[in-house]
């Protein structure tokens, strides 16, 4: 999770000892002596003048005077710095090569949690944990060189494309991503609502990568959804953690409870974290006073516990449903409920982020946001990279991670590929038998596709393409939801937590 902080800049106060004995036996030989140190100091600024003015004079073209340098451990840095500017057959952006040395320092550090922000990605940054921002609305993450999802937020127009956790982006606008940071890959998505961005993406399992084509959006600043489901239970679910969030929760809590809420599933799913405070504020909701919501550990080893500050210490049943996409803050609330409050977690394991990040700001505008410390849950489990595992295990069908079809596509008979394959799959769970799932597109299927047209209202030619593709997976993702295996196991679990 990420903790914004203010930061000052740092100022060492120099004490002036007071004077002993000794220190006055001292000061009174200076005083006897002071005409010849007069004269010393005066011949050492007089020898100094002739040594610079015969450099500047006859010396070769180089500094004069070298700056001291206080710090051996920078000299290499240097040295690098000054052969550049120097030497380089361009001139050199000062600025440029600054930010380079800085952004190379993070990079060396293998963590992709921790990154440079140049002034307009630090704006986006911090645009994207406290206001609306504008694109396409995805959580992305670098590893070993390459661009992820790690979730697309809901009601973005990175969900509505189809866009799942673990899809790689292999480029953006045809510009390769590898090797970026998740900061530089960001500064390429972003961009203006009503302006189209292509990305290739590589779904995993997939043989081939599909262009998909986003248009930019606002992304509403909104993280709390709540509806009614049946029985007195009441579904809430937290898409990530930014600057208002815990006071969007209790709103909607509240007005749950005016509804009859008797119960409550909280789902985590897809949500890729936030701000470290409003992890503490929820996760007090849910633990009574005084419980360990999560330990952090410094790299020394010094461990600090974080207790819950509920004083309501309500006894509302409650089941937390997560999956491959919580991470982060959503995990540090999942291990909390679970470890000090005994609340049944559902769904698939969890990403598997155990680290906090601080961000800090330059005074140029430009961000550097870095790991600071391990998070550890109640009963001191470090989870990164090994994420929370469910008291129920419930996967998602096969068909919810179906890889998008790309609607500028023409899928019709002869034609043979993966999103032909990916195209019957769909058909089939949605009740269009298409007589194959191989990929090759054959009067069968095609009598699957007229058969759905019908059903939709559209032009019935038996091909896949602009609107029926789109309509396509548009039912299909709504057959996830109404259908959603996780969410019925929570409900079956929270019943029986009901009637204890």
């Known amino acids: 999770m990420d903790q914004q902080n203010i930061n000052e800049e740092n100022k060492e106060e120099i004490n002036s000892p007071e004077k002993t004995p000794e220190a006055e036996t001292k000061s009174s030989f200076l005083r006897i002596k002071k005409f010849h140190f007069a004269m010393l100091l005066f011949f050492l600024v007089f020898l100094t003048a002739g040594i610079t003015t015969f450099a500047l004079a006859f010396g070769e073209d180089k500094p004069a005077v070298q700056v001291i340098r206080e710090r ?62 504008e694109g396409i609305g995805a959580e992305i993450q670098e590893r070993e060189g390459n661009i992820f999802i790690v979730t697309p937020l809901k009601g973005s127009p990175a969900e509505k494309a189809g866009l799942q956790p673990e899809d790689k982006i292999l480029s953006v606008d045809g510009k390769s991503l590898q090797g970026m940071s998740s900061t530089e890959a960001v ?17 995993r399992g997939a043989e081939q990568p599909v262009d998909v084509t986003i248009t930019r959006d ?58 470290l405070d409003q992890a503490i504020k929820i996760s007090s909701l849910f633990v009574p006073e005084g419980k360990i919501l999560f330990k952090v550990e410094d790299r020394k080893g010094h461990v600090e516990e974080y207790a819950s500050e509920n ?34 977690l559902v769904g698939e394991k969890s990403f598997g982020k155990g680290t906090v990040q601080r961000a800090e700001d330059f005074s140029d505008g430009s961000n550097m946001k870095f790991t600071t410390d391990k998070w550890l849950t109640p009963e001191g489990n470090w989870i990164h990279k090994k994420g929370i595992k469910p008291d129920h295990e419930v996967p998602l069908p096969e068909y919810a991670s179906l890889p998008f079809i790309d609607p500028e596509a023409e899928l019709t008979v002869s034609v ?85």
């Open 416 to 500: 043979a590929s993966e999103q032909v394959k990916a195209a019957q799959k769909m058909l089939k769970a949605l009740g269009f038998n298409p007589g194959r799932e191989d990929g090759f597109f054959d009067e069968k299927t095609k009598a699957a596709v007229i058969a759905f047209q019908k059903s939709k209202k559209l032009e019935e030619n038996g091909v896949l393409k602009g609107t029926s593709t789109i309509e396509l997976m548009n039912s299909l993702r709504e057959k996830i939801k109404n259908e959603d295996p996780q969410i019925k196991k929570a409900v079956e679990v929270l019943k029986q937590e009901m009637n204890k």
């Open 187 to 203: 500064a390429l998505i972003r961009g203006e609502k009503g302006t189209d961005v292509k990305l290739s993406i590589l779904r």
């Open 311 to 344: 004083k309501n210490n309500n006894n509302l049943p409650l089941v937390v449903v997560i999956d491959k996409g919580s991470a982060s803050a959503s995990e540090i609330l999942a291990g909390a409920v679970s470890e000090s409050a005994g609340v049944p």
């Open 218 to 275: 606002t992304i509403p600043i909104e993280t709390v959804y709540g509806e009614m489901l049946e029985d007195g239970i009441a579904k809430v679910q937290i898409t990530n953690f930014s600057q208002n969030t815990a006071t969007e929760l209790v709103d909607v809590l509240n007005d749950m409870q005016k509804q009859g809420m008797k119960g409550l599933v909280l789902d985590l799913r897809q949500n890729p974290g936030g701000l």
């Open 72 to 133: 051996e451990e920078f000299a290499k840095l240097y040295d690098a710095y000054d052969t550049l500017k120097n030497d380089y057959y361009q001139d050199v952006d000062q600025e440029k090569l600054i930010n380079g040395a800085i952004d190379g320092m993070m990079e060396s550090l293998d963590d992709p949690y921790s990154d440079y922000m140049s002034q307009d990605d630090a704006k986006s940054f911090h645009q994207s944990l406290s206001s609306s921002f």
